[in-house]
């Protein structure tokens, strides 16, 4: 059995990759029953679209290994909270958990009263926080030296 700190460091490396391509470094994993079905990173500037964020390109791969659209049984693992965008995605994909390790003071879902997300879901929050607040932080600085 893989821990979650084992899948945070996988959607870590996710993220990396979209930094390194020129992306906000965010990446995302969609387990189930131990195994990953669903992977995204930040792809927006790559694919020209507002929507492709890690957690929406993890919620289609997902749903199309599994072949239906409701993801119940499934943990998301994803590096920075989700926007109210990606919250409403999950709410409808049904997501049976979320794990996340940066919150997003700005953006990010949890700063809306009622929670956007289904309520069902369960939420783990800091997983890894620091090695993905120190990504998003050094990838923000690059940009502004």
Not at 39 to 58: P, S, W, Y
Request: net charge negative; hydrophobic share 45%.
């Amino acid at each position: 059995m893989f821990s979650d700190d084992y899948f945070m460091a996988m959607a870590l490396t996710l993220a990396e990759e979209a930094g390194e391509a020129g992306e906000i470094p965010v990446g995302a994993v969609v387990v189930a029953r131990n195994r990953i079905i669903g992977k995204g990173r930040n792809q927006t500037e790559q694919l020209t679209d507002v929507t492709a964020h890690a957690e929406m390109l993890a919620i289609t791969a997902a749903a199309q290994t599994l072949g239906g659209k409701y993801l119940t049984d499934c943990t998301l693992y994803v590096t920075l909270e989700p926007c109210v965008m990606c919250a409403g995605a999950l709410f409808w994909a049904q997501i049976g958990r979320i794990v996340i390790g940066a919150d997003d003071p700005k953006r990010g879902y949890s700063r809306l009263q009622p929670s956007p997300l289904h309520p069902k879901t369960r939420i783990e929050t800091g997983i890894l926080a620091d090695e993905c607040r120190a990504l998003l932080t050094n990838f923000f600085g690059r940009l502004r030296t």
